[in-house]
């Protein structure tokens, strides 16, 4: 079932002052807007960049909102695209392009690893003792798991090991078969496959839309801590991954260019980036059609960049709009709070814990 949200009642009542910190890619959306628009002639029909650019400026921002406005903001930071962010009590982990930093009292811990490109989501393991970060590297469809006391890594998990190796070639439209195996790319090679062999992911790149799976959000399922959950943004499905053995099961479809695939409530959530939807794994859809805010130019468009759950209501960024929609599916309410229009705003995490307030403050200055 699909309920347009604009049928629901706008207020401002339904939700508490919030605190909470962003990522913002790029501080120069319009470009962003103008990419994403010619990515859509494309021949092989997949949205997203087919060479390579370069790493736009972004930064980390402390927001505060109350009462439909935004109260209060502060820049911490900027960073070279930065897009994943998650808080726990004393930490606070942010991505940029190929980089993890990992915040706290003491300064700054940072992961590197050769596979990092166009790193999309970091977390913690909040439902278990918060001492893995989980990272999504979206730019070589693959995932790993770092130990917080170690830093050293538990755990990767690569697609195209996995049942996704297909990627495409941005001029014809036809399939490439991704490999990192050195005997894999000699049997492609003699028996004329088309292919791409990363054979040194620190100096090779795969645009977006060669990608195989794009997974563009990697988050750990609250039911179970052997669990995650991966949106794959090319297929338009959420996979749940097992990580004992590397195999995984799709929870949820039929989207279109999906974020952040997650725990709610009892069952999923995601966002269905470009037909502007959220769908709950109990089947039902909540439009955005229709809503009031967009730019003339981007007419039928819709990209909404994620949603997350607080604990009075869900927070979806949406791009085309250039605004926070806080959704009350109960009450069947919403809200729609603006922001800066030149901000590309990629992921938020809410700032709720004393200590986690006093990280924040330091942030200037360690960052």
Known sequence: MTIALKTYKKSRSFYKPKAFLVTVKSFEMQKIRERYLESRKSKHGRIG?????????GGLVYIEIENGVISHYEILSFLPEPRGIDVAKDMIAVSTENVVHVIRQSGVERIDDPWFSYIHTVQFNHCHAADRLIVSS?????IFEYDLATYEKTWEWFA????????????TGKEII?????EEASYLRVTGKDHIY?????????PTAQRAAFINSVLYDGTDKNMLLATFFHEGAVYRIDMKDGSCERILEGM????????????????????????????????????????????????????????DCIITIDANRNSFVLIDPDKKEYDMISFDPNWAIQDIAPV????????????KEIL
């Open 352 to 363: 709720i814990d004393t200590s986690t307030r006093e990280l924040v403050k330091k942030i």
């Open 160 to 171: 195209w090991e996995h049942g996704f190796k297909k990627g495409y070639n941005p001029e």
């Open 178 to 182: 991704l490999t990192r195996g050195k």
């Open 49 to 57: 960049s087919v060479e390579r650019r370069e790493v736009a400026e």
């Open 138 to 142: 979206s730019g070589y469809d693959c």
């Open 198 to 206: 990363i054979s040194d992911p620190a100096k090779q790149v795969l």
């Open 256 to 311: 279109k260019s999906p974020h952040g695939g997650r725990n709610y409530r009892e069952g999923y959530m995601a966002t269905s980036t470009a037909t502007g939807e959220l769908l709950f794994s109990h089947g039902e859809k909540i439009s955005f059609a229709g809503l009031e805010g967009k730019p003339e130019e981007l007419a039928e468009l819709e990209w909404l960049q994620n949603s997350a759950s607080f604990d």
